[in-house]
Nanobody
Framework: QVQLVESGGGLVQPGGSLRLSCAAS????????MSWYRQAPGKVRELVAA????????IYVDSLKRRFTISRDNTKNTVYLQMNSVKPEDTAVYYC?????????WGQGTQVTVSS
């Protein structure tokens, strides 16, 4: 049974930091590229960052790459999103996705709220 379980979300003040985790099981994690997406209320889901299956390459939305860092640990079947200097506009549900060829797996999401 494939599972992607996000954690680490919550309430954080503007300028603070948060690290999201996504624990994977039920498939060969190291064979899949992993991504983080987010969806703010009333908006479409958007890509935040992605990382190659071996961790050797990453991509970011230009507006976020100075503040967010994606990483993965294939020994722990986990992908991370380090979020620094967060802003109220970062408030959203954050989802992780596993991708290989035509197969996509999604997690259930974790809420991040940036507010003072």
């Amino acid at each position: 049974q494939v599972q992607l379980v996000e954690s680490g979300g919550g309430l954080v003040q503007p300028g603070g930091s948060l690290r999201l985790s996504c624990a994977a099981s039920g498939f060969t994690f190291s064979s899949y590229a992993m991504s983080w997406y987010r969806q703010a209320p009333g908006k479409v889901r958007e890509l935040v960052a992605a990382i190659r299956s071996d961790g050797g390459s990453t991509i970011y939305v230009d507006s976020l790459k100075r503040r967010f860092t994606i990483s993965r640990d294939n020994t722990k079947n986990t992908v991370y999103l380090q979020m620094n200097s967060v802003k109220p506009e970062d408030t959203a549900v954050y989802y992780c996705k596993a991708h290989r060829w035509s197969t996509d797996y999604w997690g259930q999401g974790t809420q991040v709220t940036v507010s003072s």
